[in-house]
C-alpha cells in the first residue's frame, strides 16, 4: 500500500518539477535503503517545501540590470540582423536571465556575465553598462566598434575576471581606468588593428593581480621602454602574448631577472623588436614554460642560449628569422617533451646530422614539426630519421644538402609535410621513398637535381593538396599518369620538367580547389581543356607549344601568364568576367590577333599587363585609363595606330611603359612627363611619332631608360634633360627593379613579385636586360630628324651607361665636358 501511494506521489512531484529529477533519484535510491515508510514521510517533506517555494516568486534578474542591457542594445545600431532580437521589453522576454548572451547568478539573479562575442555588433556602448555591478564576465570581441577608444568606464566594472575586447576594431589609447579591474584574471585587447590601439606605458595593468592571461596582439607599446617591469608585477601570470607590439629592446636588471614570473606557461614575444638581452630575462622562466615564441625580431650575431635545454616542460619553441648563428646547443638533447620546432630562416651553421643526433637522444618520441629551413650554412646529407616516430611535419628547404633521400623516409607512416626543395640534393626518387606515406598532404621538392622515376600505373598511397615539383625531372618525359589520382591538390608545380607530351584531357578537370598551378617551361602541347576554377587562382602555362584559343574562364584566374606559346584568336575572351580579379596578365609571344578589346574599366586590381609580341592592330583602347593598379604595361610588337589616349594620364602609378615597334602616329603628348611621375623605363621605339620632345618629358625625375629611337622627331634636344636626377647620379641602384602585388583568395593573402625586364639595342644588337636591368641607365634618340647642337647641360648625366645619339641632323661640336660620363660603356 506504501509503494504504490509512494509510486503515485512521486510520478505527481516528477510532473510539477521536473528539473527536481536528480533529487528524486537520490531519494529513490535511498528507499532502497530504508524502511519504505519512512521514505514516505521524508517525500511528503519534500513536495511541501517545493510547494511552497512554486508559491513564491521565481528569482529573475534585475530591474537595473534589466535596464541596462537595454541601453546598451539601444547603443549598438549596427546589430546587423537584430542578433539580440531576445532582447526585448515586453512581458515575455522580461526575463533578461533568458537572452542570448546572458548569464545570471542562479541564487540573486544578478547579471554575472555578458558574451557579445562575434555577432557583428556594432554602434556605441552605453555608459550604463557599469550598472551591472556583478558582472564577472565581459566579452565583446569580432564586432565592430569603428576604431573608437576602450571606454573608460569599463574600469569601474571592479568585479571583472574576464575581459574580452580583441578584434572589435578599437583605437586609440587604452584607458588608466583599467588598473582599477584589481579581480581581473584574463585579459585580450589583441587584434585591433596594426598598432592602432596604443599604449604609452603599462602602469594601466592591475597592479599584484591575479591577472593569468594578457594578450596585446598587436598593440603598439613602442614608447614602452619599462615593459618588462611591468611584466613582472604579475606574479601569477601563466600567458603572455604580446605579438606585433613593436616592443623596444627591455632594460635588463639583477632585479628584473629575478622577479620574472615563475608561473607562465606560454610566452609568445614574436615579431618585435627585441635583442638578445631578453635572454637573460628568460633564463629565470624556464621552469614550468610549455611555449615559447621569439620568432621575427633581431637576434643577429647572437647564438642559442644554452640554458634553453633546460626548459623541461618546453613542447613548442620558434626562433624563426632572428639572424641567429651558430648551431643548435648540446644541452637541446635534454627537451624530451618537444614537438615542435621552428629555427627557419637564420644564419645557423654545421653539418643536419649533428643537429639530428642532438635531438634524436630525447625528443624522438614526441617531436611532430621540425621547421630548419633557410639556413644556407647548414650541409651535409640527410640522415635516416625513422627513429623520430611522431614527425609529421619536416621542413628543410633552402639549407646547403646534398646527396640523396633516403628510401627510409617512406617509412615515416606519420608524415604529412616533406620540404627538402632549394637545395643540391640529387638522385633518383622511386615509389619506395612514399610507399607508407598515406597521410601526406604537401611535398616541395622543387628545384633541386632529382629524378622523378615512377611506373607508368603507380598508384601513390596519398592525397596531396601542395604538390611543388619544380625543376625536377620526370622520367620518362611523358605527363605524369599518377597525378590523374590526385583530385584535392590545392598547388601544384610540375614547371621546368622535361615533360614533352601533349596535355590529357583529364588533367583540366581534376581539381576543383585550385589556387595555383605552374606548368612553365616544359614542351607541353594541346589545347586548354574544361578547366574548373571555383576560386581565383594563379596560373602559369607560359613556354609551352599550347594552342589554339583561349577560353573565357580563364579570366576568373587572378594571375594569368600565356606568354611564349602558340595561342590564336582574339583577346575578347577577357570581358567575359565583370569586376576582373587579375593582378597579372602576360599574353606576350603568342599569336594573339584582332583588335584590343575595350572592356579595361572592369580591371581596377590590374598591376602587369604585357601584350607584346603578338598581331594585334587598331587603336588602343580609351577605356585602358581605367587601370588606376597599373605598374607595368607593354604593348610592344604589334600593329596599333593612331594616337595615344589621353586617358592614360590616369595611370599614375606606371612605372615602365612600353609601346615600341608599333605603327602609332603623332606628337609625344605632354602629359606623358606631367602625369606620370612614377615611369622609370619608357620606350617609344619604332614608331611614327613627330614633333619635337616636349620639355614636359624632363620632369621624369626616376627615369632610367628613355628610348625615342626609330620615329620621325624632329626639333632640338631639350637642356632641360640634366633634370632627370636618376640619370644625373651615379650607381645607388638595386640591381634588378622588382615590384610587388596582392592576391586575395577568399580569406587569405597572398604577398607576389615580379622582376621587370627591357629590351634595348646597342650596337645594332638587341639586347633583354632583367638581373641586371636596375643597373642600365641610358638614353637612345637615335634614328630621328633632331637638328642643332648637343646641348652642354647633357654631360651632367654622369650616371648614364648608354647615350645613343646617331642617325639624326645635329650639328656643332662634341660638348667638351662629354669626358665626365665615366660611367658609359656606349656613346
Not at 197 to 215: F, Q, T, V
Not at 374 to 391: H, K, R, V, W, Y
Not at 498 to 516: A, C, M, N, V, Y
Request: net charge negative; proline share 4%; aromatic share 10%.
Amino acid at each position: 500500500m506504501y509503494l504504490i501511494s509512494f509510486a503515485c506521489m512521486l510520478t505527481f512531484v516528477l510532473y510539477i518539477f521536473p528539473k527536481e529529477f536528480p533529487l528524486f533519484v537520490l531519494i529513490i535510491t535511498v528507499a532502497n535503503m530504508v524502511e519504505a515508510r519512512c521514505c514516505f514521510k521524508l517525500l511528503h517533506a519534500i513536495i511541501v517545501v517545493l510547494l511552497l517555494h512554486m508559491s513564491s516568486p521565481c528569482v529573475g534578474c534585475s530591474e537595473r540590470d534589466r535596464q541596462a542591457l537595454l541601453a546598451l542594445k539601444q547603443g549598438l545600431v549596427g546589430d546587423d540582423g537584430d542578433r539580440l532580437l531576445s532582447w526585448g521589453r515586453d512581458a515575455q522576454n522580461k526575463d533578461c536571465c533568458q537572452w542570448d548572451g546572458v548569464y545570471c547568478n542562479n541564487q540573486t539573479g544578478h547579471v554575472v556575465k555578458l558574451d557579445l562575442g562575434d555577432q557583428s555588433l556594432q554602434g556605441k556602448i552605453s555608459p550604463k553598462l557599469v550598472h551591472l555591478q556583478h558582472l564577472e564576465y565581459l566579452n565583446l570581441s569580432f564586432n565592430n566598434f569603428n576604431w573608437s577608444k576602450i571606454p573608460d568606464f569599463i574600469g569601474s566594472m571592479s568585479n571583472l575576471r574576464h575581459l574580452d575586447l580583441s578584434s572589435a576594431n578599437f583605437g586609440g589609447e587604452i584607458p588608466y581606468q583599467l588598473e582599477n579591474l584589481t579581480h581581473l584574471q584574463y585579459l585580450d585587447l589583441s587584434f585591433n588593428g596594426y598598432s592602432v590601439i596604443h599604449a604609452k606605458n603599462l602602469n594601466w595593468l592591475p597592479n599584484r593581480s591575479g591577472l593569468k592571461h594578457l594578450d596585446l596582439t598587436y598593440t603598439n607599446l613602442s614608447d614602452v621602454v619599462g615593459w618588462l617591469e611591468a611584466v613582472n608585477t604579475l606574479p601569477k601570470l601563466r600567458n603572455l602574448i604580446l605579438h606585433g607590439c613593436n616592443l623596444p629592446p627591455p632594460i635588463i636588471s639583477s632585479v628584473s631577472v629575478l622577479n620574472s614570473s615563475k608561473s607562465l606557461i606560454r610566452v609568445d614575444l614574436s615579431f618585435n623588436n627585441l635583442d638578445s638581452s631578453i635572454f637573460q630575462w628568460l633564463s629565470g622562466t624556464h621552469t614550468n614554460l610549455v611555449y615559447l615564441d621569439l620568432s621575427e625580431n633581431n637576434f643577429n650575431g647572437s647564438s642559442i642560449p644554452d640554458y634553453f635545454g633546460n626548459m623541461s616542460s618546453l613542447a613548442y619553441l620558434s626562433l624563426y628569422y632572428n639572424k641567429l648563428e651558430g648551431g643548435i646547443p648540446n644541452s637541446f638533447a635534454k627537451l624530451c617533451r618537444l614537438r615542435e620546432l621552428d629555427l627557419g630562416l637564420n644564419s645557423l651553421s654545421g653539418q643536419l646530422s649533428d643537429f639530428i643526433e642532438t635531438l634524436s637522444k630525447c625528443a624522438q618520441k614526441t617531436l611532430e614539426s621540425l621547421y630548419i629551413s633557410d639556413n644556407p650554412n647548414i650541409s651535409g646529407s640527410l640522415p635516416d630519421l625513422t627513429n623520430f616516430l611522431s614527425l609529421k611535419h619536416l621542413f628543410l628547404e633552402s639549407n646547403n644538402l646534398s646527396g640523396r633521400i633516403p628510401e627510409s623516409i617512406g617509412q615515416m607512416s606519420k608524415l604529412e609535410t616533406i620540404g627538402f626543395g632549394w637545395n643540391s640534393l640529387e638522385g633518383v626518387i622511386s615509389e619506395t621513398h612514399f610507399s607508407k606515406l598515406s597521410k601526406l598532404s604537401s611535398l616541395s621538392l622543387s628545384s633541386d637535381s632529382l629524378l622523378l622515376n615512377f611506373s607508368f600505373d603507380w598508384i601513390p598511397p596519398f592525397q596531396l593538396q601542395d604538390i611543388f615539383l619544380k625543376s625536377c625531372k620526370m622520367r620518362p618525359s611523358s605527363f605524369p599518369k599518377w597525378l590523374q589520382t590526385q583530385k584535392n591538390y590545392t598547388w601544384l608545380d610540375i614547371s621546368d620538367a622535361g615533360i614533352s607530351d601533349t596535355i590529357p584531357s583529364w588533367f583540366w578537370d581534376l581539381s576543383q580547389k585550385l589556387e595555383g598551378m605552374d606548368i612553365s617551361h616544359n614542351q607541353m602541347r594541346g589545347t586548354v581543356g574544361n578547366i574548373r576554377l571555383e576560386f581565383a587562382p594563379r596560373l602559369n602555362l607560359s613556354w609551352n607549344q599550347l594552342n589554339g584559343p583561349i577560353p573565357s574562364i580563364l579570366s576568373k584566374a587572378s594571375v594569368l601568364d600565356l606568354s611564349h606559346n602558340n595561342f590564336s584568336g582574339a583577346a575578347s575572351f577577357l570581358c567575359a568576367t565583370e569586376d576582373s580579379n587579375l593582378t597579372f596578365l602576360d599574353l606576350s609571344s603568342n599569336h594573339v590577333s584582332g583588335e584590343l578589346p575595350d572592356c579595361w574599366i572592369h580591371f581596377k586590381k590590374l598591376v602587369f599587363l604585357d601584350f607584346s609580341n603578338n598581331y594585334l592592330f587598331g587603336k588602343i583602347p580609351t577605356t585602358m585609363g581605367h587601370l588606376f593598379s597599373i605598374d607595368t604595361l607593354r604593348l610592344s610588337n604589334n600593329r596599333f595606330v593612331g594616337d595615344l589616349p589621353s586617358q592614360l594620364k590616369n595611370c599614375t602609378k606606371l612605372t615602365l611603359f612600353d609601346l615600341g615597334e608599333n605603327n602609332l602616329s603623332c606628337s609625344i603628348p605632354e602629359w606623358l612627363g606631367a602625369s606620370l611621375p612614377n615611369l622609370t623605363i619608357l620606350i617609344l621605339r619604332g614608331n611614327q611619332f613627330y614633333k619635337s620632345i616636349p620639355p614636359q618629358l624632363c620632369h621624369l625625375t626616376s627615369v632610367q631608360i628613355l628610348d625615342l629611337s626609330m620615329n620621325n622627331i624632329s626639333g632640338t634636344i631639350p637642356k632641360c634633360l640634366n633634370n632627370l636626377i636618376v640619370l644625373a647620379h651615379k650607381g645607388n641602384s638595386s640591381r634588378i627593379i622588382q615590384h610587388s602585388y596582392m592576391t586575395q583568395l577568399g580569406e587569405t593573402r597572398y604577398f607576389w613579385h615580379y622582376e621587370e625586364e627591357a629590351s634595348l639595342t646597342w650596337k645594332g644588337v638587341s639586347s633583354k636586360y632583367k638581373s641586371t636591368l636596375g643597373l642600365v641607365k641610358s638614353i637612345d634618340l637615335s634614328s630621328n630628324k633632331l637638328t642643332g647642337e648637343i646641348p652642354s647641360e647633357i654631360t651632367d648625366l654622369v650616371g648614364l651607361v648608354s647615350l645613343n645619339l646617331s642617325r639624326n641632323q645635329l650639328t656643332g661640336q662634341i660638348p667638351p665636358r662629354i669626358g665626365m660620363l665615366q660611367e658609359l660603356d656606349f656613346l
